[in-house]
């Protein structure tokens, strides 16, 4: 049973910064492409960042471009987002995702697995 759990979500002041992590277990993690979205209250889920099985391939949103690092461990399965100079309107609940997709997989058809999400808070 593949599960991805998320933590380090929280409330924050813009300009700080918070650093998501997420665990992967029962999936071949260091093939899987790997992602994060976010969804806030009554919009659609939209992809944050994504990196490809071997990290060598990174994708960010135009909005969070500059600010936002994407990095995996293969060896730890694990998956982080280092989110800095935050805005409000970078709150939302924040999901990791994995796919067996060997490219970058930027939207959300394309991920067959997701984690439960972690709640990010800005606050101006």
């Known amino acids: 049973q593949v599960q991805l759990v998320e933590s380090g979500g929280g409330l924050v002041q813009a300009g700080g910064s918070l650093r998501l992590s997420c665990a992967g277990s029962?999936?071949?993690?260091?093939?899987?492409?790997m992602g994060w979205f976010r969804q806030a209250p009554g919009k659609e889920r939209e992809v944050v960042s994504a990196?490809?099985?071997?990290?060598?391939?990174?994708y960010y949103r135009d909005s969070v471009k500059g600010r936002f690092t994407i990095s995996r461990d293969n060896a730890l399965n694990t998956m982080d987002l280092q989110m800095n100079s935050l805005k409000p309107e970078d709150t939302a609940v924040y999901y990791c995702?994995?796919?067996?997709?060997?490219?970058?997989?930027?939207?959300?058809?394309?991920?067959?697995?997701w984690g439960r999400g972690t709640q990010v808070t800005v606050s101006s």
């Open positions: 029962g999936l071949t993690f260091s093939t899987a492409g």
């Open positions: 990196i490809s099985w071997s990290g060598d391939k990174t």
């Open positions: 995702a994995a796919t067996t997709q060997w490219t970058i997989a930027t939207m959300t058809h394309e991920y067959e697995y």
